[in-house]
């Protein structure tokens, strides 16, 4: 099993709809999640981190942390066709390194 | 991009050539990362620095060799370029100054695409 994994999609919503995208992870993966969003050709960029079991907010993002399953996941809501890109997972370990998962890849029609 | 810069942006070399990759920061971050990306596996860390002189490896470190002699410089050498290190090359910087913990959080630099012959 890979620390962090992720459907690699594409993940395909229309236009305004909430886009889910999930993630679960290892044992050796403990500490704290984060979410990136990469563009083709650029860059991660950071969205969210969530540290501690349950919902975090922010704008059109929520992240869902669920230690127990092991689970961790993005929703977007009224998704835009700018949001269409790669959405990177990411844990860390107990030496607070970042693992990755390969990314999801979503798609949003207009 | 968090003050990050990475020289240069694209190169192509051949086998067996060295090359040096630059990592340029002007925030004074004391913790800078450098990660590979390639197609099915996501980012990979292949070293780390936690300050000047202080480097450690990461989980992809066969073939790469990192010197940081200043602060705001993190370099990445590949000594005898392989094809299977044709990749993008990511640099990263904490924004933590002190230790690192469970809140620390990683920005990136632009990225160098490698292309080895």
């Known amino acids: 099993q890979k620390e962090v994994e992720q459907n690699s999609g594409p993940l395909s919503v229309p236009e305004g709809a909430i886009a889910s995208l999930n993630c679960t992870y290892s044992?050796?993966?403990?500490?704290?999640f984060f979410w990136y969003r990469q563009y083709s050709g650029k860059s991660p960029e950071l969205i969210m981190s969530?540290?501690?079991?349950g919902d975090k907010e922010d704008g059109r993002f929520t992240a869902q942390l669920n230690k127990a399953s092991q689970y961790v996941s993005l929703l977007i809501r009224d998704s835009q066709p700018s949001d269409s890109a790669t959405y990177l997972c990411?844990?860390?370990?107990?030496?607070?390194?970042?693992?990755f998962g390969s990314g999801t890849r979503l798609l949003v029609r207009p | 991009d968090a003050g990050i810069t990475q020289s240069p942006r694209h190169k192509v070399t051949e086998t067996g050539t060295p090359v040096t990759l630059r990592c340029h920061q002007t925030?004074?971050?004391?913790?800078m990362y450098w990660y590979r990306q390639d197609p099915g596996h996501g980012l990979r860390l292949i070293h780390y620095?936690?300050?000047?002189?202080?480097?450690d490896k990461g989980e992809v470190s066969d073939g790469y060799s990192v010197s940081r002699s200043k602060t705001e410089d993190f370099l990445l050498t590949l000594e005898s370029a392989t094809s299977s290190q044709t990749s993008v090359y990511f640099c990263?910087?904490?924004?933590?100054?002190?230790?690192?913990?469970?809140?620390?959080?990683?920005?990136f630099g632009p990225g160098t695409r490698l292309t080895v012959l």
């Open positions: 990263a910087i904490s924004l933590l100054a002190g230790g690192l913990s469970s809140t620390d959080t990683q920005y």
């Open positions: 044992d050796r993966v403990s500490q704290s």
């Open positions: 969530i540290y501690s079991n």
């Open positions: 990411a844990g860390m370990d107990s030496s607070y390194k970042l693992i």
């Open positions: 925030e004074n971050h004391r913790y």
């Open positions: 620095s936690y300050g000047v002189k202080d480097t």
